[in-house]
């Protein structure tokens, strides 16, 4: 018998449950692994995960609604967020930002209708000497250059955008 996708994916909690435990101190990890998998944590998925853990949905609703890195609607593969603080700002995030607008066809606050890319600001990510900085998924770029957008996005493409470590000077 085919699961569906539902199906599969409360296969997945649970296998998930299994492996984290079932407890409180699982909720985070067990969402991070949807995100991941799925781009978003859906409705089905927070009641699946509140039933396993013993919590009330409106807690696990709660942590998927307060933490950025997760979301209740579906974003891209690949997340970019863009800072916008004060340094990042005048070190020519502006210029980023419309750079970015125009390679991917989408606003910020949008995802691309090919389920690709989701275009976010950010808050400072601690790189303000080295800006304009920004994350894609896991990974930080810093000293962006609109020229060096486009490359950064045919990474993306073909998917080895995101490097091993945790920061990348680009250059
Ligand atoms: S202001 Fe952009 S990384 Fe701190």
Avoid: W
């Avoid at 390679?103 to 691309?112: Q, R």
């Avoid at 045919?154 to 995101?162: N, T």
């Amino acid at each position: 018998m085919l699961l569906t996708e539902q199906e599969k994916m409360r296969e997945e909690i649970r296998s998930l449950a299994e492996e984290y435990g079932k407890d409180h101190g699982s909720l985070i990890p067990i969402l991070r692994a949807i995100q991941k998998k799925y781009y978003y944590i859906s409705s089905v998925a927070m009641q699946e995960i509140a039933n396993l853990l013993g919590i009330h949905p409106i807690e696990v609703y709660s942590v998927v609604t307060f933490y950025s890195f997760l979301s209740e609607e579906p974003q891209g593969k690949y997340i970019f967020r863009l800072c916008e603080t004060i340094s990042c700002d005048m070190l020519g995030k502006d210029q980023i930002a419309r750079q970015l607008e125009n390679d991917l066809g989408i606003t910020f606050g949008e995802t691309s209708d090919d389920g690709m890319f989701t275009l976010l600001y950010t808050s400072c990510l601690g790189m303000c000497d080295q800006g304009p900085a920004m994350m894609v998924n896991d990974c930080i770029y810093t000293k962006v250059t609109a020229e060096k957008v486009s490359e950064i996005i045919a990474d993306c493409r073909k998917a080895c955008c995101c490097c091993e470590t945790t920061a990348k000077e680009v250059q």
